[in-house]
């Protein structure tokens, strides 16, 4: 995928911030790594929201492209469904990449670009859906979420299997 500016003016719903942080929280929490918290009402300014982990450092470098790129690949999948409109997926993902990933498309470039790899993780999150979207309207609603918020919400969905991403292989834990 080329990221290319859309034609339209997209206006970045709070909605489609929290769906994108959560895309986040439930690929980390696939992965089986905690997350310290979820926000959307980050003290940095300049961002939208911010999903943190413990020990970021020891995420394998994969395994945190594959996080990255499950932001906006979440984001994608909720804009594509609730906003009817002329453009196909991937133009909604080119908008998510351009609106609020682009640190999500530095570290998950690769992943970002690689059609399969779009195709597996949109099917993931399509498969977890409702826990995604009711973990993002709680996240709406009061603005930050704990790391055991974070697990307790999108543990069943994360399921043990869902880490056979990459080319069947696991992440390095
Ligand atoms: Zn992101």
Not at 10 to 23: F, Q, Y
Request: charged residues 25%; glycine residues 8%; aromatic residues 8%.
């Amino acid at each position: 995928m080329t990221p290319q500016p859309r034609q339209t003016e997209r206006v970045e719903s709070k909605m489609t911030v929290a769906v994108h942080e959560i895309g986040h929280a439930w690929a980390y929490t696939s992965a089986g790594l905690r997350l310290r918290y979820a926000t959307i009402r980050p003290r940095d300014a300049r961002l939208t929201g911010v999903c943190r982990p413990w020990k970021p450092r020891e995420v394998a470098w994969d395994t945190y492209a594959w996080i990255g790129a499950a932001g906006p690949i979440a984001e994608a999948v909720y804009t594509f469904n609730s906003e009817p409109d002329e453009f196909d997926f991937e133009d909604h993902l080119t908008a998510a990449v351009l609106t609020g990933g682009c640190d999500d498309y530095e570290v998950a470039g690769h992943m970002l670009d690689a059609a399969d790899v779009i195709e597996a993780l949109r099917d993931q999150l399509t498969q977890s859906w409702s826990a995604i979207l009711s973990t993002a309207e709680r996240l709406l609603e009061v603005g930050t979420l704990t790391g055991v918020e974070l697990w307790t919400g999108l543990t069943p969905a994360a399921g043990r299997g869902n880490v056979a991403y990459v080319k069947g292989r696991r992440p390095a834990q």
